[in-house]
Structures are given as C-alpha cells and as structure tokens.
C-alpha cells in the first residue's frame, strides 16, 4: 500500500479523492431528491406578521418550508395535518388576541388603564375570530370605542364600533346585518345601528346613525323591492323549470310597491239599534184647603173644651204630576286600520322559454312549443305570481330559441397514471434525469480522468525503449514468431536485437494483456540465444524512472 501512494503521487491522490467527494454528494443529492415528499400548501394568504410568526416556529421545529412572497408557505405533504394541530397549539396564526392575553400578562404591578386597554384587546380579538367563522369571511378586523362613564356628567355617550372584512364573496343582506347584531350583542349599551362595516374593497356594507333619513329610508326601500322581486323570480323559475328543464326558462320581474305608511279612524251609528240605557220617573202631589169664619176672636174661644164656632164658607184643591225620562244608547263603531308601507301596487313579470332540441350541438333542429303548452306555463306563473287583473298585474310569456353555444361533451377527469399524483411524477422524472446526468458524467468525465491518473509516466527523450517487431513495449524483444519465420525463409541464424528509440506514450498494461503462454517460451528462446541483447534491454529497463 506505501508503494501504491509512493507510485501514483499526493497530486494523484488529492484528485481522486476530490472527485470521489464530489460524486459522492451528487449522489447524495439525488437520493435526497427523490426521497424528499411532495410539498403542499399549509396557509396561505398569511400577513407578513403572522408568516413570520409560523416560519419562525418551523424552523424551532426543524421542518423544511418554502415560503413565498403572497403570504403561502409550503411543507411536506404528509405532514401538514401534524403541523396545523401544533401550530393551532399556539394560536398561529393568530386571529387576533383573545383573551388569553390575560394568561401572559404580569397582574402584579398593572395600572387600571392597562387592564381596561387589554379588556378592550381581548374583546376585538375574540369578535374578529367569531365573525371569521362565517362562510364568506376570510378575515377580520374590529375597532371598539367604549367611552368612559364621567363622574358628574349628565349625558351619557354611546359606545360604537366599526368592521374591517376581507370577503372570498359577495355577502348577503341578512349576514352583514348577523355580524352587526354579533358585534352589538358583545358590547354592552352599543346599538346595531352603530356598528360600521366596510369590505376589503371600500364598499360601506353597513352603518350610519339615522335610519329615519331620506337617503337611509330611500336605500332600504329599494333594498326590500329587490329582495321581493329575487324572491318573486326564485319562485316563477323553479316551476316553470320544473317542466322545461334546468337553463331553458329566463324570467325577470318588476315590482311597484308602495312604501306609505297610513292609518284611518273611522266611527259609524246604526239608528235602528237601541238599547235603554237609564229611566227615570218624578212623580208629585199636592192639596190646598182656604175658607172664612164669623166668630170673634175671645178669651173664650180660646179656651180648651170651648164649644167651636159656627164655622163659616171653605174651599178645597188637589195637584198631582207625574215625569218619566227613559235615555237609550245607539251602537256606535269605531274602526282604526294602520297600513305600513310595502304593499305590491302592480306586477310586471316576464318569462323566455326555449324550446325543444332534438339532438346535440349548435346546428341541433329546433321546435317550437304548442299554444297548448304556452297557455299551462301562463297559467303556472299566474298561479306562482299572485295574479291580480284588479290592481293592474302584467305577464308576458313568450317562446323564443335560446342562443346555442357549442362547449364540447364533457371529458372525465384522467385518472394518475398507475395511482400515482403528477407531484410524485414530476420526482421521478427529476430523478431520472440526475440519475443520467451523473451516468453521463461518470462514463466522459471521471472514467477517463481515473485512468489518465493510473497511466504510467511516459519514458524519457531518446532512450532506448522498443525493439522493431510488432511488439510495442519499450524496449522488448522481438517477437519469436517473426525471429523464427524470419530464420526459416533464409535459413540462417536470428539476426541481433536493434534497439530502437523510444516511442513517448506507450502503455505496458494494453500488451501484458496480449502476452501469451507461447509467446513467453518463445521470448526465453530468443534471449537464450541474444543473452548479450538481452542483458542490455534489462539494463534499460532498471534506469528508467519509476
């Protein structure tokens, strides 16, 4: 082994060495290429804040990532459900700080206005996590202005909020006006009509003090006749498509309503209905008696046991009344009707249906449908509608050809290919393509590297080296079947070695390979009858450097 390295030189070594190194990491990194998973997305849309909190914790977890500029960070496949679980564990990303502010927080030493800030923190962290569990919300954000109670102040200011949503779609009436009440129900005294809410795009969802205002009133009306007419279109479309199919019927519907808000009194007499309702009577007596007498007025007749006078002329009268009042009660009616606004003055509903299509395709043949037909459908929307020929409804059905638009029949979905995802594919044809780069490299590269690296170190300038013969080894003998054929043909002894100059280049490991058993008895015989020759071809062969 000393002689090896003595032989092939630290340069030699130190190349060898260098290029193993290198096919080994290259091979290395293919094994790691193709073992590597798959990598998917573990969030995505992430705010600059909360991707640096989650890679952070990554890498504390020594797992590989990639994260890109939109907020979307990258992990192996087969460990995304692990690392949502363990990160959900922290609260990243974080939604918002809930109250498990309080859990981190210090108690001792905190003033009132750090507690009453951090009250207000964990009550919009917690509203924003709940309002983004609505489908529609991506995310959320909540500002709260709950004003201090003064001691000696009389009015009392109202506390108010206001919504920041980034929506995946268009939000309806009734969930913009859920997250409203959410937010109002959290906050004590805080009306619905104080919440503000505004989209990602700048569109004010909801808000405002005055709902009694013109513009306010003049928007809700609308709002409410739009939501009549979708209901309205909903119903006429489901019944008639009930009977034509899905994509073959068109209705829009226009409605005037009326917004007025009414109330009437009114009070009637009926005079033929009486009922008594109190009699009274009075009735009264009276007499008068008046008349004259002849008598003196004397002691005498004063006296008791006197005998009466003569009486003299008298008169008698008697008066009598009699008074009856009977009061009765008329039946009285009193009526007050209260109409609130939106009531439908009149209808316009129009309706398109297609006709039947007898095949596939744009140049399809078309029929048209029968007046029978027509006359049902009228009559299903009427029904659906609430006609009403009084209050002026209209309906206006018509049978016309919808437009054709060629799509092309529908291709299933391919399925993998051997049950493998075009991910795992794209693994494999990397792979395959390292895998030939490196045996490409190591056929045109490191073979004929290694072996210019084993060649020996080609003989000096002008020193003997080959004798003439086929034979090219420096400085060999001739070969013995030229020696012998040439002492046959003129029958006379070999002639003496020549040595010939040296032949820079040659390789003594290509012509030990073509040596033969023969050829070795016959070289024997030759230096047996050359010894001096031959002596001397050794002797070269001894100087030559090593």
Same mark, same amino acid.
């Given at each position: 082994?000393?002689?090896?390295?003595?032989?092939?030189?630290?340069?030699?070594?130190?190349?060898?060495?260098?290029?193993?190194?290198?096919?080994?990491?290259?091979?290395?990194?293919?094994? %790691?290429?193709? =073992?590597?998973?798959?990598?998917?997305?573990?969030?995505?849309?992430?705010?600059?804040?909360?991707?640096?909190?989650?890679?952070?914790?990554?890498?504390?977890?020594?797992?590989?990532?990639?994260?890109? %500029?939109?907020?979307?960070?990258?992990?192996?496949?087969?460990?995304?459900?692990?690392?949502?679980?363990?990160?959900?564990?922290?609260?990243?990303?974080?939604?918002?700080?809930?109250?498990?502010?309080?859990?981190?927080?210090?108690?001792?030493?905190?003033?009132?206005?750090?507690?009453?800030?951090?009250?207000?923190?964990?009550?919009?962290?917690?509203?924003?996590?709940?309002?983004?569990?609505?489908?529609?919300?991506?995310?959320?954000?909540?500002?709260?202005?709950?004003?201090?109670?003064?001691?000696?102040?009389?009015?009392?200011?109202?506390?108010?909020?206001?919504?920041?949503?980034?929506?995946?779609?268009?939000?309806?009436?009734?969930?913009?006006?859920?997250?409203?009440?959410?937010?109002?129900?959290?906050?004590?005294?805080?009306?619905?009509?104080?919440?503000?809410?505004?989209?990602?795009?700048?569109?004010?969802?909801?808000?405002?003090?005055?709902?009694?205002?013109?513009?306010?009133?003049?928007?809700?009306?609308?709002?409410?006749?739009?939501?009549?007419?979708?209901?309205?279109?909903?119903?006429?479309?489901?019944?008639?498509?009930?009977?034509?199919?899905?994509?073959?019927?068109?209705?829009?519907?226009?409605?005037?309503?009326?917004?007025?808000?009414?109330?009437?009194?009114?009070?009637?007499?009926?005079?033929?209905?009486?009922?008594?309702?109190?009699?009274?009577?009075?009735?009264?007596?009276?007499?008068?008696?008046?008349?004259?007498?002849?008598?003196?007025?004397?002691?005498?007749?004063?006296?008791?046991?006197?005998?009466?006078?003569?009486?003299?002329?008298?008169?008698?009268?008697?008066?009598?009344?009699?008074?009856?009042?009977?009061?009765?009660?008329?039946?009285?009616?009193?009526?007050?009707?209260?109409?609130?606004?939106?009531?439908?003055?009149?209808?316009?509903?129009?309706?398109?249906?297609?006709?039947?299509?007898?095949?596939?395709?744009?140049?399809?043949?078309?029929?048209?449908?029968?007046?029978?037909?027509?006359?049902? @459908? =009228?009559?299903?929307?009427?029904?659906?509608?609430?006609?009403?020929?009084?209050?002026?409804?209209?309906?206006?059905?018509?049978?016309?050809?919808?437009?054709?638009?060629?799509?092309?029949?529908?291709?299933?979905?391919?399925?993998?290919?051997?049950?493998?995802?075009?991910?795992?594919?794209?693994? @494999?044809?990397?792979?395959? @393509?390292?895998?030939?780069?490196?045996?490409? @490299?190591?056929?045109?590269?490191?073979?004929?590297?290694?072996?210019?690296?084993?060649?020996?170190?080609?003989?000096?300038?002008?020193?003997?080296?080959?004798?003439? %013969?086929?034979?090219?080894?420096?400085?060999?003998?001739?070969?013995?079947?030229?020696?012998?054929?040439?002492?046959?043909?003129?029958?006379?002894?070999?002639?003496?070695?020549?040595?010939?100059?040296?032949?820079?280049?040659?390789?003594?490991?290509?012509?030990?390979?073509?040596?033969?058993?023969?050829?070795?008895?016959?070289?024997?015989?030759?230096?047996?009858?050359?010894?001096?020759?031959?002596?001397?071809?050794?002797?070269?062969?001894?100087?030559?450097?090593?």
């Amino acid at each position: 082994m000393p002689e090896f390295f003595k032989a092939v030189g630290a340069a030699r070594f130190g190349v060898m060495a260098g290029v193993a190194a290198v096919l080994t990491a290259f091979f290395l990194y293919i094994a %790691g290429a193709i =073992t590597e998973p798959p990598k998917t997305i573990l969030f995505g849309g992430l705010e600059p804040r909360d991707a640096a909190a989650v890679t952070a914790k990554l890498d504390g977890m020594n797992v590989k990532y990639d994260a890109k %500029g939109d907020g979307t960070i990258l992990v192996p496949a087969d460990q995304v459900t692990k690392l949502r679980m363990a990160l959900a564990q922290d609260n990243l990303p974080a939604a918002g700080i809930g109250y498990e502010i309080f859990d981190k927080s210090d108690a001792f030493g905190t003033t009132a206005f750090v507690q009453n800030i951090n009250r207000l923190r964990a009550i919009e962290g917690e509203l924003a996590r709940s309002i983004q569990t609505i489908e529609g919300v991506q995310s959320a954000r909540i500002h709260l202005v709950v004003p201090e109670r003064q001691i000696f102040s009389r009015d009392e200011q109202t506390p108010s909020a206001s919504v920041v949503l980034k929506t995946r779609s268009v939000l309806g009436r009734g969930q913009v006006a859920a997250i409203q009440h959410l937010v109002a129900a959290a906050v004590a005294s805080l009306n619905p009509s104080r919440v503000a809410i505004v989209d990602d795009r700048g569109n004010l969802l909801a808000g405002g003090d005055d709902k009694t205002g013109a513009g306010a009133m003049a928007a809700n009306q609308e709002q409410s006749t739009t939501d009549y007419e979708d209901r309205l279109r909903q119903r006429i479309e489901s019944i008639v498509t009930s009977v034509v199919g899905v994509g073959h019927v068109r209705v829009q519907v226009a409605a005037d309503m009326n917004y007025n808000h009414t109330s009437t009194t009114s009070e009637s007499y009926d005079p033929d209905s009486k009922v008594v309702r109190s009699t009274q009577t009075v009735e009264q007596n009276s007499s008068d008696n008046s008349g004259t007498s002849q008598n003196a007025v004397s002691v005498a007749n004063a006296l008791p046991n006197a005998a009466s006078a003569t009486p003299g002329d008298t008169s008698k009268s008697t008066s009598g009344r009699t008074e009856e009042t009977t009061n009765y009660e008329i039946s009285k009616k009193v009526t007050t009707s209260t109409q609130d606004g939106g009531d439908v003055k009149h209808l316009s509903v129009a309706v398109v249906v297609d006709g039947t299509v007898t095949g596939e395709g744009a140049n399809a043949p078309y029929k048209a449908r029968t007046p029978a037909e027509m006359a049902q @459908i =009228t009559s299903l929307v009427k029904s659906a509608m609430g006609f009403d020929q009084a209050r002026g409804d209209q309906v206006q059905v018509t049978n016309m050809p919808f437009a054709r638009v060629d799509v092309g029949t529908a291709e299933p979905a391919a399925k993998p290919l051997l049950g493998l995802e075009p991910s795992y594919w794209f693994k @494999i044809i990397e792979a395959s @393509i390292m895998c030939l780069t490196a045996l490409l @490299i190591g056929l045109f590269v490191a073979r004929p590297l290694i072996a210019r690296m084993f060649a020996p170190n080609p003989p000096p300038q002008g020193q003997p080296t080959q004798l003439t %013969g086929s034979s090219p080894v420096a400085g060999a003998l001739p070969a013995p079947a030229q020696a012998q054929s040439a002492a046959s043909q003129d029958g006379s002894t070999p002639a003496p070695l020549r040595v010939l100059p040296a032949q820079p280049g040659l390789d003594l490991s290509q012509i030990e390979g073509q040596v033969r058993d023969s050829s070795v008895k016959k070289i024997g015989e030759v230096v047996n009858a050359h010894p001096d020759e031959a002596l001397a071809i050794i002797r070269t062969w001894l100087h030559q450097p090593v």
